[in-house]
């Protein structure tokens, strides 16, 4: 009685750290539902990257790639984020690759400050295509500061991409400053224009997250890892009580 006891809280405890590396298995940062956000609410957030590469491609991919590598693998609610980088070539507007243009889902920045009222370019709302937002986009994937002078863009204030200076263009690439003052119309995404050799910071935005309504989901595949290694382990405790009795 008290062996088979014995060995039932192995295997819960087994259960326990198992479970509980699962939910640590990703490096990355883990990235918290922002304050006054309720279960069903959608949102997604911004990050300035660390660090720094040049503007010579015209493949928005190789941007998009740049910031998921950046982004580290940070997660939320146990999932890890896609990223889009807030650019423009001269195929793809950065509205739209960032997608959800005109929604009315607000942005925030990874350390959970509101940074966007929605995906618009209204001014009365703080759209993030407005020109205008509620702070300065100065935080980083772990919600850090980054020191940063200059992020390109390759766009105009609303997202669209400016002739000449997208992201891969001939010569020179549009950048914005994320330290400017908030109340300095657009500079943050379109400020002005340096050579496009040159390596300078970019912003991420995630895809669209939903505040979930309970306690999040294991993941399936390492639920069967979980539910093996234990039953594993109460079949070979339980033949060694056995064989001891």
């Known amino acids: 009685m008290f062996a088979s006891n014995r060995v039932r809280c192995l295997a819960y405890g087994i259960a326990i750290v198992v479970f509980g590396s ?23 957030f911004l990050f300035l990257t660390s660090g720094t590469q040049a503007a010579t491609s015209t493949d928005i991919g190789d941007y998009n790639t740049f910031v998921n590598s950046q982004a580290s693998g940070a997660t939320y609610q146990g999932s890890v984020v896609s990223w889009n980088v807030v650019g423009s070539t001269a195929t793809v507007n950065a509205r739209d690759n960032v997608g959800g243009f005109g929604t009315n889902v607000p942005v925030y920045l990874t350390n959970g400050t509101i940074l966007a009222g929605d995906l618009t370019t209204s001014s009365s709302n703080k759209g993030l295509w407005s020109g205008t937002l509620f702070t300065a986009p100065t935080i980083g994937i772990g919600g850090n500061s980054v020191t940063s002078r200059f992020a390109y863009t390759g766009s105009n204030a609303d997202g669209t991409g400016l002739t000449d200076r997208q992201l891969g263009a001939a ?5 914005g400053d994320p330290t400017v003052n908030i109340g300095t119309f657009g500079r943050y995404f379109s400020l002005n224009a340096l050579p496009n050799s040159i390596a300078l910071n970019f912003y991420g935005v995630s895809s669209e997250l939903t505040v979930p309504n309970g306690v999040p989901e294991i993941d399936p595949a390492g639920m069967g890892s979980v539910l093996a290694l234990v039953s594993g382990t109460l079949g070979l405790l339980e033949r060694r009580r056995l064989k001891a009795s």
């Open 22 to 44: 699962l939910s640590t298995a990703h490096a990355g940062t883990v990235l918290a539902t922002p304050a006054g956000l309720n279960p069903g609410d959608q949102f997604r």
């Open 171 to 175: 010569s020179f690439a549009q950048y």
